[in-house]
Nanobody, 126 residues
Framework: QVQLGESGGGSVQAGGSLTLSCKVS????????MAWFRQAPGKEREGVAS?????????YSDSVKGRFAIRYRGNPDNMLYLQMNSLKPEDTAMYYC??????????????????WGQGTRVTVNQ
């Protein structure tokens, strides 16, 4: 059973930076997709960034490209990170990490993931 636990959220001024962390445990394969999603109040959950652990291929949504960076550190740490720079008020949301084995096809859509963390809140103030 894959388990995920996020940390690192908080409140920051616009233009500032935060790094989110996600501890991943309980998986034994090398070909995993791991991702960060976010859900702002009153909005649907959206993909932010993803990484394919076998070769490091990454994906970023247009809204965060150039500002956010996803990184995965494998055994023995098994940690997923999201470095967020130049934060904007519109980045305010609950951020979730997600993981699942890659079964072919995409590696960044919600339907690609069965395992989710409980979320960590990020607030960006003007």
């Amino acid at each position: 059973q894959v388990q995920l636990g996020e940390s690192g959220g908080g409140s920051v001024q616009a233009g500032g930076s935060l790094t989110l962390s996600c501890k991943v445990s309980g998986y034994t394969y090398s070909d995993y997709c791991m991702a960060w999603f976010r859900q702002a109040p009153g909005k649907e959950r959206e993909g932010v960034a993803s990484i394919f652990t076998e070769d490091g291929t990454t994906y970023y949504s247009d809204s965060v490209k150039g500002r956010f960076a996803i990184r995965y550190r494998g055994n023995p740490d098994n940690m997923l990170y999201l470095q967020m720079n130049s934060l904007k008020p519109e980045d305010t949301a609950m951020y979730y990490c997600a993981a699942d084995r890659w079964y072919g096809g995409s590696c960044h859509l919600q339907r690609d993931f069965d395992y989710w963390g409980q979320g960590t809140r990020v607030t960006v103030n003007q």
